[in-house]
């Protein structure tokens, strides 16, 4: 069984919105943080938000006024909207869960999704 899938993706044109989500199963959804990254192409993957424990979250400066993170603990979902997308949005962005909330919960042995596209057109 897959530990995390995500879902949401798609291609929107600047100004729109997309809604990621992010579904943990087994003992991935019991991890205590989780996040999204993303990766342009010809880029590095950068961490763009994580939400831990019952309600910490931490955003990259570069989305923090139009992305929000949050998560159901409940059906195990965790979920990146995405407001007002701009073409340096388009990437895969990736689901991540692990230990803590530093380096966007990516350090130790975190689990990672397959990724999904997001592509924004100008």
């Known amino acids: 069984q897959v530990g995390l899938v995500e879902s949401g993706g798609g291609s929107v044109q600047a100004g729109g919105s997309l809604r990621l989500s992010c579904v943990a199963s087994?003992?991935?959804?019991?991890?205590?943080?989780m996040g999204w990254f993303r990766q342009a192409p010809g880029k590095e993957r950068e961490g763009v938000a994580a939400?831990?424990?019952?309600?910490?979250?931490f955003y990259a400066e570069s989305v923090r006024d139009r992305f929000t993170i949050s998560r159901d603990k409940v059906n195990g979902t965790l979920y990146l909207q995405m407001y007002n997308l701009q073409p340096e949005d388009t990437a895969i962005y990736y689901c991540?869960?692990?230990?803590?909330?530093?380096?966007?919960?990516?350090?130790?042995?975190?689990?990672w999704g397959q990724g999904i596209q997001v592509t924004v057109s100008s």
């Open positions: 939400f831990y424990g019952e309600g910490s979250t």
């Open positions: 991540v869960a692990g230990v803590d909330l530093l380096e966007y919960c990516s350090r130790g042995s975190p689990e």
């Open positions: 087994g003992y991935t959804s019991r991890r205590q943080c």
